[in-house]
């Protein structure tokens, strides 16, 4: 990986690639310190440091805890995108789009950044409403009525939308995936203020010198396991059957078939089930919020079975995993439509009927490594959980899916880095062969 980046930097293209997204995501950190008008953010990062907000927060790099102008950041994009392409699957004008090449891909992008600034504007709503609620997140100076709530909301628009547009530059001029840095970046901007914290807590005689190394070996073992069960696939071979073929009114000859295969990873979903859960799991905070004076029996009983970290929610959390990994699997992965695709081009699996028992054999095939998937995502959101309790370390936010972010976006840009080098690498072989007249112009 190392050698990579010593490489890129040696390509005057690739350096000033990289130079740009750096700078990019250096603006997006600057406006992270920016805090929306009107908010107390002093009071507001003390409430938000945990239950309602956690992976909110997380997401948003702690944006949300002090409610900058980017308090919302990549998230109203995220869900957009999420549903757009689950109703691409489902619905046929966006099917046919999808389907048409740049021209449906631009289209579909477009009602993609509609629909992230149609969301953004609720949740800014949602949150606005939220702070003027409580007098003690407003700021000096500032009346909690309805100018203030369109100033935030306001705000909090504009934030989306400059974010958006920062990480579609980064796609497009920079390296790797724009709006997946910006989430990466948000997450490990976290991590120096935490070991801060982390280390006193150690000065302190609060933990043990042996707590923080089993901590951080914890850590290392789940990196670990992340790159391994990310880059884990079942490669299912594919041949193409030969065609008979020749210059016309020439003689025919045999084109030979071509074998390949179709990947299938271990986790198709990524950390999208672990997201979902812990939204559908907001919904009980919301609950006892709303009936902590009107309802007391059941305010208590939430609090009682179903606060992160206790043993029903991490089961309930454990179930909900499961159901989401295999209702984003049997959307994203289609075996009747991967089969219809490989008959019409000719190909097949050695061994497999084509149609039906093509679609049932990579329906079976998806079926077990979304099992494997979704107890590879259960183990981590829960081993966090238990680590934290054991080691007592709770000011240093150990969290899977942070992890499973960083280190999946790390692989795919250090991917796409690899393969600008490869390119850049074969057109400078092609280049001297021209000069040195050993290839045709």
Do not use: C, H
Request: hydrophobic share 50%; charged share 15%.
């Amino acid at each position: 990986m190392l050698r990579a980046f010593r490489d890129a930097f040696r390509i005057p293209d690739l350096r000033r690639k990289i130079v740009f997204t750096l700078l990019l995501l250096a603006v997006f950190r600057l406006g992270s310190a920016i805090p929306t008008p009107g908010v107390n953010t002093a009071a507001l990062q003390q409430a938000t440091s945990g239950g309602l907000f956690g992976l909110i927060s997380l997401i948003s790099g702690g944006n949300l805890s002090q409610f900058s102008i980017f308090a919302l950041g990549v998230l109203p994009y995220i869900t957009a995108s999420i549903v757009i392409q689950l109703l691409t699957t489902t619905v046929p004008a966006l099917e046919k789009l999808s389907k048409e090449g740049e021209e449906g891909r631009k289209k579909i992008n477009q009602y993609t950044r509609y629909a992230a600034i149609a969301l953004g504007a609720a949740q800014a709503l949602f949150f606005s409403l939220y702070i003027t609620s409580n007098p003690q997140f407003i700021a000096v100076g500032w009346d909690p009525g309805p100018f203030t709530v369109v100033v935030m909301v306001l705000t909090q628009v504009a934030g989306i939308a400059l974010t958006m547009w920062i990480g579609e530059r980064i796609t497009e001029v920079g390296v790797g995936n724009g709006i997946s840095l910006i989430i990466t970046a948000g997450i490990i901007a976290r991590y120096p203020q935490e070991i801060a914290a982390t280390g006193q807590l150690f000065r302190t005689d609060q933990v043990s010198l042996l707590q923080i190394v089993a901590f951080i070996a914890v850590i290392l073992a789940t990196i670990a396991g992340i790159v391994y069960v990310y880059q884990g696939e079942r490669r299912v071979p594919v041949t193409y059957a030969r065609a008979r073929g020749g210059a016309p009114g020439g003689a025919a000859r045999n084109l030979g078939g071509q074998a390949t295969w179709l990947p299938i990873k271990v986790n198709q979903a990524g950390v999208i089930p672990v997201i979902f859960a812990s939204a559908m799991l907001i919904i009980p905070n919301l609950i006892a919020s709303a009936t902590a004076t009107r309802a007391p029996e059941v305010n208590a009983f939430i609090q009682t079975y179903l606060t992160a970290g206790s043993p029903w929610y991490i089961v309930l959390e454990a179930l909900l995993i499961f159901g989401f990994t295999y209702l984003y699997n049997s959307v994203q992965f289609d075996p009747r439509r991967i089969s219809e695709q490989l008959r019409e081009s000719g190909g097949f699996i050695p061994g497999v009927r084509p149609g039906t028992p093509t679609a049932e054999f990579l329906g079976s095939i998806s079926g077990r490594l979304s099992l494997w998937g979704a107890i590879f995502l259960v183990v981590l959101t829960v081993v966090p959980q238990v680590v934290q309790r054991l080691t007592g370390i709770t000011t240093f936010q150990f969290s899977g899916t942070g992890l499973l972010i960083i280190v999946g976006v790390a692989l795919e840009t250090l991917k796409q880095l690899e393969a600008q080098l490869t390119v850049r690498r074969y057109d400078g072989f092609i280049s001297k062969g021209r000069i040195r007249g050993r290839l045709p112009n």
